[in-house]
């Protein structure tokens, strides 16, 4: 056998979509394949759970109403044995949906009506983070120690006095930003420019739901918090000596 023909051909991405809409799905599920992913979709959100569970695709696009059970129910059976990015389809200006989805751990939301272009830029974005696509390393350290704690940036893994700290793609990247910033004030402004390419609108509430679920997993539940600090009026500050 030739040395080409054994080379390994890399697999696609496969995004699994839970969507009812069928025409909708289609339309999304077309769009993705057109740009090079293997693109599946389920109908119900129970045939859909039982998907991400059988499959553990590498990013799952989940709606909020479904029937069988809705997107917040999926998200919230799935969440603690899928580590892969979600994705939710939240209504049009329903503030609630997306909080409730942020708390139930999905990592991102886009609103309907879906604009594709911004549906593949997020996906693309997940799935950065996640590590599905080369990323430019440097001489960034991919490794942070901080006594008991410390984050494995290529192994994806967290520890705390020798425990492992499962953790959603959304909130290793919001503490590694963080931890890579160690004594340094990290306003939403920024935390939101780097981890989703989006200004703060003054509104946005996911960067706040993130660390509050970060304190909770990190231990960090005493009044005021000591590994986690808020600064009025400025942002977020992991403090490199509280581990």
């Not at 389809?89 to 009506?113: C, F, M, N, Q």
């Not at 440097?138 to 410390?150: D, V």
């Not at 994806?156 to 990247?173: A, K």
């Not at 990190?218 to 509280?242: E, M, N, Q, S």
Request: proline letters at 5%; aromatic letters at 4%.
């Amino acid at each position: 056998m030739s040395a080409s023909a054994a080379r390994l051909t890399p697999e696609p991405t496969r995004i699994l979509l839970i969507e009812d809409d069928v025409q909708l799905a289609s339309l999304i599920v077309d769009y993705l394949r057109e740009h090079e992913f293997q693109a599946h979709v389920e109908h119900r959100g129970d045939t859909g759970l039982e998907r991400i569970l059988r499959d553990a695709p590498d990013l799952v696009v989940l709606d909020v109403l479904l029937p069988g059970l809705n997107g917040m129910e999926v998200c919230r059976h799935v969440r603690g044995r899928y580590a892969g990015p979600i994705l939710m389809l939240t209504a049009r200006d329903d503030e609630v949906d997306e909080i409730i989805s942020l708390e139930l751990g999905a990592d991102d939301y886009v609103t309907k009506p879906v604009e594709p272009r911004l549906l593949l830029a997020r996906i693309r974005a997940l799935l950065r983070r996640a590590g599905h696509s080369s990323v430019t390393l440097g001489t960034e350290p991919r490794c942070l120690s901080f006594g008991a704690f410390s984050i494995d940036q290529a192994a994806r893994r967290v520890t705390l006095s020798g425990e492992s700290i499962d953790l959603t793609t959304g909130e290793f990247d919001l503490l590694w930003l963080l931890a890579s910033a160690a004594g340094a004030v990290l306003s939403r402004d920024v935390i939101l420019a780097s981890l989703r390419g989006i200004d703060y609108d003054g509104l946005d509430r996911s960067i706040d739901i993130g660390i509050s679920r970060l304190r909770a997993k990190l231990r960090d539940t005493t009044t005021p918090p000591t590994r986690i600090k808020t600064v009025r009026g400025k942002g977020y500050l992991f403090v490199p000596d509280a581990w």
